[in-house]
């Protein structure tokens, strides 16, 4: 199967589930704010590296707007995982 055909929401979806199934609503929140944070810090990892490598070619500008709307998705993520934990009663 090519990367064309693979099915990423579904893929991304079981994922979800089976780190919520079965969890109080206040872990699955903390589960999923923790995922997302990762997630997000992942992508502008691998956007701003890619960003950089591409610098005065075609695409470089693509990247840089992944680059850029990934930092603004860090830290809202971030602040989804600090109350989620909140919730929890965890500090972070």
């Known amino acids: 199967m090519s990367e064309g055909e693979r099915d990423f929401q ?3 979806d079981a994922v979800l589930a089976q780190l919520t199934n079965g969890r109080a609503p206040v872990e699955a929140s903390m589960a999923l704010a923790v995922l997302a944070n990762r997630a997000a810090a ?3 990892t ?3 590296h ?3 490598e591409r610098k005065d070619q075609p695409d470089w500008p693509a990247w ?3 680059q850029n709307a990934a930092r603004t998705m860090v830290l809202q993520a971030s602040t989804c995982r600090d109350l989620a934990a909140r919730l929890l009663g965890h500090k972070l």
């Open 46 to 48: 691998l956007s701003r």
């Open 64 to 66: 840089a707007q992944l």
């Open 10 to 12: 579904a893929e991304a």
């Open 50 to 52: 890619e960003a950089a």
């Open 42 to 44: 992942r992508l502008h």
